[in-house]
């Protein structure tokens, strides 16, 4: 498959919307749906890290063919601030940051509810 074959066919079997994908991306929401437009492709770290997400590696033979196979490692759980998950080893440390903020923030709110 192509980069943006194999980008499209996770992004629509995946169970984040595009808005969580952008945020773990770190890319705007209209890149992402210029990606399952077929607008544009995603460039090569890009489609190495949705498959870090997804639990897969990226092999890549030749400039834009590539296929993911089995990581043999669990599916990373993500925070993108509805469920409490661990953080992957792509974020950065601007995105860890913030979603520990919005930890924080919902710890303090539901002690602030209890009180």
Same mark, same amino acid.
């Given at each position: 498959?192509?980069? $943006?074959?194999?980008? +499209?066919? =996770?992004?629509?079997? =995946?169970?984040?919307?595009?808005?969580? /994908?952008?945020? +773990?991306?770190?890319?705007?929401?209209?890149?992402?749906?210029? /990606?399952?437009?077929?607008?544009?492709?995603?460039?090569?770290?890009?489609?190495?890290?949705?498959?870090? +997400? +997804?639990?897969?590696?990226?092999?890549?033979?030749?400039?834009?063919?590539?296929?993911?196979?089995?990581?043999?490692?669990?599916?990373?759980?993500?925070?993108?601030?509805?469920?409490?998950?661990?953080?992957?080893?792509?974020?950065? =440390? *601007?995105?860890?940051? *913030?979603?520990?903020?919005?930890?924080? $923030?919902?710890?303090?709110?539901?002690?602030?509810?209890?009180?």
């Amino acid at each position: 498959m192509t980069r $943006l074959e194999i980008v +499209i066919d =996770s992004l629509d079997n =995946s169970r984040y919307t595009i808005q969580q /994908w952008s945020s +773990i991306l770190g890319v705007t929401r209209d890149t992402v749906h210029k /990606w399952l437009a077929g607008v544009n492709s995603p460039k090569r770290s890009t489609v190495n890290h949705i498959a870090e +997400i +997804i639990g897969k590696t990226a092999i890549f033979s030749g400039k834009d063919s590539v296929e993911f196979i089995d990581s043999g490692k669990p599916v990373p759980e993500i925070d993108l601030g509805k469920k409490k998950h661990a953080s992957t080893v792509a974020q950065s =440390s *601007l995105v860890d940051e *913030l979603v520990a903020q919005v930890q924080y $923030l919902r710890k303090r709110v539901e002690e602030l509810e209890a009180s």
